[in-house]
């Protein structure tokens, strides 16, 4: 794993714990109900996941992809950019 792989999971699991221990101290005070927190729990554990094994996947398929798949989703990406990018409007002109 590389360094920033490590440093991204090691950030993502702290990230993890701070919400998991606050959920906890919210359950305790009988701020979160029994039945929110669990499912604060298995949203904050599948978002955990997530972080973990998106990034992984991307750089594999993106290393696996030839130069020619690259530059076309590279091109279709910034078509997508282009094409949701704020449009400038028109400045009215005063007639006199």
Known sequence: MTP???L?????ESVAT????LTAFGL???IVKPADALRRVAAILGI???LMVLPALLVNVWTAMSLW???A?????IGFSQLFRPRRKARK???E
């Open 4 to 6: 920033i792989g490590h």
């Open 18 to 21: 701070i919400a998991l221990i």
């Open 93 to 95: 002109r005063n007639k």
């Open 73 to 77: 989703l590279t091109a279709i990406g």
């Open 69 to 71: 798949q690259r530059l």
């Open 28 to 30: 305790m005070l009988g």
């Open 48 to 50: 955990v996941m997530l």
């Open 8 to 12: 991204w999971v090691t950030l993502t």
